[in-house]
Structure formats: C-alpha cells, structure tokens
C-alpha cells in the first residue's frame, strides 16, 4: 500500500475534498486529473502557459476567479494550491455540465478544448463512451483521458482497501 501512496499521492487531499464536493465532484476525479496533469506539483507551468494543479490557463483562472469573487487576480494566484484547486474544480464542473456529465467528454475537453469535442461528437456514430474514447484521433488526448478514468478507479480502490486495512488492524489490536 506504501508504494502505490507513492505512485497515487493524496497531497491537499482536505482541499480536494471540500473544492470537489463544493463543485458537486467526486474527489477521486479531481485528484486523478490533478495526478495526469502535474504528478500534484503545484508550482509547474506548461510550455502552453497553464499554471499550477490543474494546469489552468491564465484567462481561465481570471474567469474562475470573477465567478469565486476573487478581486485583483493575478495568473501567479495559479500557483497557489488551495487557489488552484478551488478555480480548477470550478471549471472541470463547468465543463462537465456542457457535456452533459460525461467526464469522458469532460477531460477530452479539458485537454483539447471544447470546440474540438464537439468536432468528433459530431462526425462519430458511437455506440458507447469506449467507442468514443477509442476513436479520439489525438494520442495524447485518448491517452489522457484513459489515464483519468484508470486513476479514478485506483484512487477509489485505494482509499477501500487503506480503509479495509485499518479497520483490520483496529480489529487485532481490540482482540489482543
């Protein structure tokens, strides 16, 4: 269990808790996107200039920020973990709700942008969300999407069996 905390951190796990539930998001989402975008490290910026977490672009975090109430923002407010967690949350609910609540769509989407998503909505004739995900013509985008949802998947099954391995050891020591 030690190793795969390794490879599936939970840092800012509170502040993922209350930003997801706040949004009406699973938390396992938020931290595996958070896991495909930076490895949870809060101070990276892509060569595409997106900042923090959850790899928010600067026009996106000052739009996020105009909704939260946030005056004077600043793209380097990104960099902030709560900061980012709260305005990235914010926008993964936004884009989840234009796409009907499919987060295959959504991360798609979060990816490679809406216009595209709706592009490849439009010319498939899917029969089910792996269809479409499997006929995402980018890479790295069909790559990233998968990603998301195994990680959720993980995240999910590591919290049951942390849970599962504690009340374990709660239950030896009381027999003892």
Not at 17 to 45: C, H, S, W
Not at 76 to 82: C, F, I, V
Not at 92 to 112: C, D, I, M, S, V
Request: proline share 3%.
């Amino acid at each position: 269990l030690a190793y795969w905390r390794i490879l599936f951190p939970t840092a800012y796990w509170s502040q993922i808790k209350l930003d997801a539930t706040a949004n009406g998001l699973d938390p396992y989402m938020v931290a595996a996107l958070i896991r495909q975008e930076t490895e949870f490290n809060a101070q990276a910026i892509s060569n595409k200039s997106a900042y923090g977490l959850m790899q928010l672009l600067p026009s996106v975090g000052k739009s996020m920020a105009k909704e939260e109430g946030i005056h004077h923002f600043d793209a380097n407010q990104l960099l902030d973990p709560s900061t980012n967690i709260r305005l990235g949350t914010r926008y993964l609910k936004q884009t989840l709700n234009k796409f009907g609540g499919q987060p295959e769509y959504a991360f798609a989407a979060y990816n490679a942008g809406d216009d595209r998503v709706l592009d490849w909505q439009s010319i498939g004739n899917y029969h089910g969300m792996d269809e479409f995900v499997e006929s995402i013509p980018f890479t790295e985008t069909r790559e990233y999407v998968q990603a998301i949802v195994r990680n959720q998947q993980i995240y999910k099954e590591l919290d049951l069996l942390s849970s599962t391995t504690a009340k374990a050891k709660t239950g030896s020591t009381a027999n003892q």
